[in-house]
């Protein structure tokens, strides 16, 4: 017998994670860039802000790949390639 685990695979946890995580980095990275270009300087607030706005989007990406990855034990996907 084979057990099923409960959740999403381990590889979609990961992925979401590093994806959302280069997303948030890249984009507070990119604002804190053109804050500093527009004003002249770079506020420690700003910096505080730009991060908790990246530790954000990494979750919110996290969140919205349990649900996909929740649905793919519902599906015969081998079967549906196998069609294609």
């Known amino acids: ?4 685990r409960a959740g999403p695979p381990r590889r979609v946890r990961g992925a979401a994670a590093l994806l ?3 997303g ?4 507070a990275g990119l604002g804190l860039g053109g804050g500093a270009w527009l004003v002249g300087e ?8 730009a ?3 990246a530790l954000a989007g990494a979750l919110v990406a996290c969140l919205a ?7 793919l034990h519902r599906l015969p996907t081998a079967r549906l390639l196998a069609e294609e």
Request: charged share 10%; proline share 10%.
């Open 24 to 27: 948030t980095l890249g984009g």
């Open 42 to 49: 770079l506020p420690p607030s700003l910096v505080v802000v």
């Open 20 to 22: 959302g995580t280069l």
């Open 65 to 71: 790949a349990l649900v996909p990855a929740a649905l």
């Open 51 to 53: 991060a908790l706005v």
């Open 1 to 4: 017998l084979e057990r099923r």
